[in-house]
């Protein structure tokens, strides 16, 4: 009996104790539940930024095959006295010392002749960016283009605006400086009177206008963004001037330059800015097709 009344007071109290044990449990599961959503809800809210493409090119062409032998041949008149060893190796060029060919390479070519003079020169640059969370290999690539145009200190294109006429006392037409030397300045013609056209030169006398040369200059239509570069030396009594046209382009992530200069043997003579552009800008424009195949 006394075993019975013992058993009989012990239950409510293990029945209590494994309530609480269970509230407990429910308490602690509800709240590794909200950690476990709070965890997933993080995740998921952070996102780093994607990192910058890469640039289009990955690797660069050998400099000394990129032109064809034809183009090459143009550009570069061999001497009359050369033997078939000796044009190809004018043809085939020096290449460059590069450290990492996929990153910088170039190539040289020289002609002579008893005549002149003839220099080339194709360099490849591919730009990368180390840092692309920050910048594209692309947008490296144009930031190293816009510093070497600024080093160029290319005039800016645009028409030049004519300059104004300084106007004379009292608000009346402008007087004329009289020329140096004190002679009086020819009387400009009176209001509505019409100026006589100017007389034409006489047959067989007269000569067109030369054509005007065009300088350094920012190229439209070449690669993405190109620039040109024209410089003439000096003229000496002894020296012939050289000419040196350079013409930068960029397409993607790399940068190409390609220089060509003509020094002629005899003092006075000129080489022509016009012929030697174009032979650049045409060797620029199929370096630029080259790229893109």
Not at 48 to 67: E, Q, V
Request: net charge positive; with cysteine; proline share 11%.
């Amino acid at each position: 009996m006394q075993r019975k009344a013992a058993v009989r007071r012990a239950l409510p109290g293990i029945a209590m104790l494994t309530a609480l044990v269970a509230g407990v449990a429910g308490l602690t599961g509800c709240t590794s539940g909200n950690d476990g959503g709070s965890k997933t809800d993080s995740k998921a809210g952070d996102s780093s930024p994607a990192p910058a493409p890469a640039g289009k090119y990955r690797s660069l062409p050998a400099p000394c095959k990129a032109t064809e032998a034809k183009r090459l041949k143009a550009m570069l008149p061999a001497a009359a006295g050369l033997t078939d060893e000796q044009r190809t190796q004018l043809y085939a060029g020096a290449a460059d010392t590069s450290y990492d060919a996929d990153r910088h390479v170039g190539c040289r070519w020289t002609a002579q002749t008893p005549e002149e003079t003839r220099l080339l020169s194709v360099g490849f640059e591919r730009v990368v960016s180390y840092d692309r969370a920050a910048m594209s290999d692309d947008d490296k690539a144009r930031q190293v283009y816009v510093r070497r145009l600024t080093d160029a200190h290319l005039p800016f294109p645009g028409p030049t605006a004519s300059p104004t006429p300084t106007p004379a006392p009292g608000g009346g037409t402008p007087a004329a400086t009289p020329p140096a030397g004190g002679a009086p300045a020819a009387t400009p013609p009176a209001t509505g009177a019409a100026t006589p056209p100017a007389a034409p030169p006489a047959a067989g006398t007269g000569s067109p206008a030369p054509t005007p040369e065009l300088g350094s200059r920012v190229l439209e239509g070449l690669g993405s963004e190109a620039y040109l570069e024209d410089k003439l030396s000096p003229a000496g009594a002894s020296a012939a001037q050289a000419r040196t046209v350079r013409v930068v382009f960029r397409t993607s992530n790399v940068i190409v330059t390609v220089e060509y200069s003509v020094q002629p043997s005899l003092p006075g003579t000129v080489p022509p800015a016009t012929e030697t552009q174009e032979k650049v800008r045409q060797l620029a424009q199929a370096l630029v097709e080259r790229f893109n195949d």
